[in-house]
């Protein structure tokens, strides 16, 4: 495991340097692939979008998290999905490429909902603050999403679980970082270990 600090990551997230991310990226991976790495994730939805600046150059493959999060949701029958996360993110085409590939619809927060939902994400739960208003904040917009067709909504940020899961959200649940860490188990077991099955 390998990490810049965040600062440094959202100096360029907010300067919209992508360029900037995926450099940052590469200099993980180079780290990585010298200690003995097989291959890559990286558990934060947003610096995604970084990552066709990355894979070109990058000495190791990557598991996408929109891709394994995408997959998911095809294995559970699920055919729209309600997008959650960092307003960069949500605006993004991160999610909206790999769930259009498998044939899913999906519906992103508003205008307003997007300010809001990154307001919680990087002022409160990144600082460790948890709210009953914010768990109530993400219901109502979730809820939303189940009026206009939605039947399971992405927890596209690492925070996000630390206040909705399938117990208090009005929709199944789509946990990334879960669901991400579970694929890289199995990609480690069931590719690169084969007698581990």
Not at 35 to 52: E, M, R, S, V
Not at 92 to 103: F, I, K, P
Not at 115 to 139: H, K, S, W
Request: proline share 6%; with cysteine.
């Amino acid at each position: 495991m390998h990490t810049h600090s965040l600062a440094t990551y959202m100096g360029c997230v907010n300067r919209g340097d992508w360029v900037g991310v995926g450099e940052l990226m590469l200099s993980s991976a180079q780290k990585l692939a010298a200690a003995g790495a097989d291959f890559l994730i990286c558990p934060d939805n947003t610096i995604h979008q970084a990552l066709p600046h990355v894979e070109p150059r990058s000495p190791l493959p990557w598991l996408h998290i929109a891709a394994v999060v995408a997959e998911s949701a095809v294995g559970r029958g699920f055919r729209r999905l309600g997008l959650t996360g960092t307003r960069p993110l949500v605006e993004s085409e991160v999610y909206t490429q790999q769930l259009a590939a498998r044939g899913l619809e999906y519906v992103r927060p508003n205008a307003n909902e997007r300010d809001a939902i990154n307001r919680i994400i990087f002022d409160e739960l990144v600082n460790g603050v948890f709210t009953p208003a914010a768990v109530e904040y993400f219901q109502r917009v979730i809820e939303r999403m189940k009026g206009e067709g939605c039947d399971a909504v992405v927890l596209g940020c690492t925070e996000i679980p630390l206040i909705m899961n399938d117990a208090n959200s009005p929709l199944p649940t789509l946990d990334s970082t879960r669901l991400l860490a579970l694929a890289a188990l199995r990609h480690a077991t069931e590719t690169l270990l084969p007698s581990a099955r």
